[in-house]
């Protein structure tokens, strides 16, 4: 069974890697290794599709011919009612996790220089510290850039589609500004129990009420989070149907 499983995933990956491509990294899996739910929901909604066509064009086939059976009306409900929705589902799953990704996040050409900056290994910056140290293992965008939460998660992804319409149709004003303050509460998430930060001759106890309100900021001390507006973006506006220098 467990060898059964293993081709199973080894086909289901290999025929998603087909269409979306081979992984980043040439490491690899550990033994045993049956992949993430991403490429499980690559592979499986991909093969749910195949197999839905496949059944409509077997129904469609056999209804010209002897008309619809029991059968066929069973599976017309599988193919119109069931598979549609295991889709939708795996299609949304493998949406919402692979529009976490950096490489999502590089898609716009706005955001070329901050991606770039990640990838320099001579960079110093927070994002590209944390980045080739992989102090965060993987979504190091969306993991800093998003507020936790039940309905802070989906009003980043809002603004991620925003992000996608002002990308394709043009309507980027250069040099881009944070959408609202970068909270402590982000950085406070991941450092704030460790013991290094807990250390009173780095951060004394009364200094935490400021930055827990957000009075006294993390970038005051450890910054800058990116390199410098001016020398990673154009300063010019895009807009839709061409470009003209910013006001």
């Not at 290999?14 to 993430?36: Q, V, Y």
Request: hydrophobic share 40%.
């Amino acid at each position: 069974m467990k060898h059964r499983v293993s081709v199973l995933a080894a086909a289901v990956f290999a025929f998603s890697g087909l269409l979306f491509g081979a992984s980043e990294t040439a490491i690899p899996p550990p033994h045993g290794w049956i992949g993430t739910t991403l490429q499980w929901a690559q592979g499986l909604g991909i093969a749910f599709a195949v197999l839905d066509f496949l059944l409509l064009m077997y129904l469609w086939r056999t209804a010209r011919r002897s008309g619809l059976t029991s059968m066929g009306k069973q599976l017309m409900f599988v193919t119109v009612a069931v598979l549609p929705v295991a889709v939708v589902f795996f299609s949304y799953s493998y949406g919402m996790q692979a529009s976490e990704t950096v490489h999502a996040c590089g898609e716009c050409h706005v955001m070329d220089p901050w991606v770039n900056n990640l990838h320099d290994p001579k960079a110093d910056t927070l994002a590209a510290v944390h980045y080739k140290n992989r102090y965060i293992q993987e979504n190091h965008c969306y993991t800093c850039h998003s507020d936790y939460g039940m309905f802070g998660t989906g009003k980043a992804k809002m603004e991620g589609l925003k992000h996608i319409f002002y990308n394709t149709f043009g309507g980027y004003e250069t040099p881009i500004k944070i959408a609202s303050p970068y909270s402590n509460l982000r950085c406070l998430n991941c450092h704030g129990e460790s013991q290094k930060f807990l250390d009173p001759a780095k951060h004394p106890k009364e200094d935490m009420p400021d930055l827990i309100s957000g009075k006294t900021s993390c970038l005051d001390c450890h910054g800058p989070a990116h390199p410098p507006q001016e020398k990673s973006a154009d300063k010019k506006a895009v807009l839709r149907g061409g470009e003209r220098s910013a006001s």
